[in-house]
C-alpha cells in the first residue's frame, strides 16, 4: 500500500569491523558500484571510521552513519560519544536499539527512546531498530512486543520529527545467523509496525515512513524481500562487508 510514496533505504551496519584503511578501500569499492541507486545508501561504521567515511564518500549519493549515540550532549560519561558530536562531524545518520546494544549493552526500550530523542535533537535521522528473540516469536507475542518497542522508542516524537525515522524491523534469531525471515513473514511485521504508527500519528505518517527489513539480508534474498508491499529496503550486517554483495541489495532495492 503506497509503497511509491516511500523511498527505500539500504543502510550497511557494518558493526565492530573495518579499521579506518580497510573502510577506505571498502568504500572506494562500494562507490561506483551503488553511484546509479535508485534508492538511498548510507553506511553505518564503527566511531573510528566517520571521518574516513565522511572524507571518502564526500559528494557522491552515499550517506554516512553511527551504529549508537548517548542521550546527554556532553557530560560525564567516559568512553561514550554523544549525538551533537556526530553532528557536527557531518554524520547524518544513527542507529539506535540494535538488538546487539539490547542485548550486549544493557540498552532498554527506555534508553532507546533517551538515544532517539537526543539524536532528533540533534539534527539527525535516526534508525531505530525493533524485534523479536526466537522465543518470543514461538511464544506468539512478536506483534505486541514490537508494537511496544516502537510505541516507547517514538516517545514524544512528533509528526514532523517522524520525517526523520526510519524503522528498522530486525529479528534477533535472523540476526547474522544466516536464517533470514521469509519475505511473507517480514511484511507481516513490517505492516503490524506501520498499524502501529497510523495509531500513534496518522495514516500519512504510516504510509510515509520508511520501514526495513535486517537479518541475514544478501545478495541472493534480497529482490523478494525488499519487493514486498510494506518492507522499504534492508539494513544490512554481514553482506555490507563485501561490495558486490552489498551492491547487489542496493540494486534490488532500486527497482
Ligand atoms: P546481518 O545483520 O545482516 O549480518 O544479519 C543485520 C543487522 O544486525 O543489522
Known amino acids: 500500500m503506497n509503497k511509491q510514496l516511500r523511498k527505500a533505504v ?9 579499521t579506518p584503511s580497510e573502510a577506505k578501500a571498502l ?14 545508501v548510507v553506511v553505518c561504521v564503527p566511531y573510528v571510521d566517520l571521518c574516513t567515511a565522511l572524507e571518502a ?42 538488538s546487539e546494544r539490547r542485548t550486549y549493552f544493557g540498552d532498554t526500550d527506555v534508553t532507546v527512546q533517551k538515544r532517539t530523542r537526543a539524536a532528533l535533537d540533534a539534527g539527525l535521522t535516526v534508525i531505530v531498530c ?26 514524544g ?11 528498522a524491523y530486525e529479528p534477533v534469531w535472523a540476526i547474522g545467523t544466516g536464517k533470514t525471515a521469509t519475505a511473507e513473514q517480514a511484511n507481516e511485521v513490517c505492516a503490524q509496525i506501520r498499524k502501529v504508527i497510523a495509531g500513534l500519528y496518522d495514516q500519512e505518517a504510516a504510509d510515509g515512513i520508511t520501514i526495513q527489513y535486517g537479518g541475514s539480508m544478501n545478495a541472493k534474498n ?20 563485501k561490495a558486490p554483495d552489498f551492491a547487489a541489495i542496493v540494486k534490488a532495492a532500486s527497482k
Open 10 to 18: 539500504i543502510a550497511g551496519n557494518w558493526k565492530m569491523n573495518k
Open 27 to 40: 568504500l572506494e569499492e562500494i562507490k561506483p558500484l551503488v553511484k546509479d541507486a535508485g534508492c538511498d
Open 157 to 167: 516524537v512528533s509528526k514532523e520529527e517522524l520525517k526523520r525515522i526510519i524503522i
Open 222 to 241: 534480497a529482490d523478494e524481500l525488499v519487493a514486498q508491499p510494506d518492507v522499504d529496503g534492508g539494513l544490512i550486517g554481514g553482506a555490507a562487508l
Open 130 to 155: 525493533v524485534g523479536e528473540y526466537l522465543e518470543q516469536r514461538e511464544q506468539g507475542v512478536t506483534a505486541e512486543l514490537v508494537a511496544m518497542q516502537t510505541k516507547i522508542a517514538l516517545g
Open 57 to 98: 564518500t564526500k559528494g557522491t549519493n552515499i550517506g554516512v552513519g553511527a551504529e549508537n549515540c548517548h542521550w546527554a550532549e556532553s557530560g560525564a560519561f567516559t568512553g561514550e560519544i554523544s549525538a551533537v558530536m556526530l553532528k557536527e562531524m557531518g554524520v547524518q545518520y544513527v542507529i539506535t536499539g540494535h
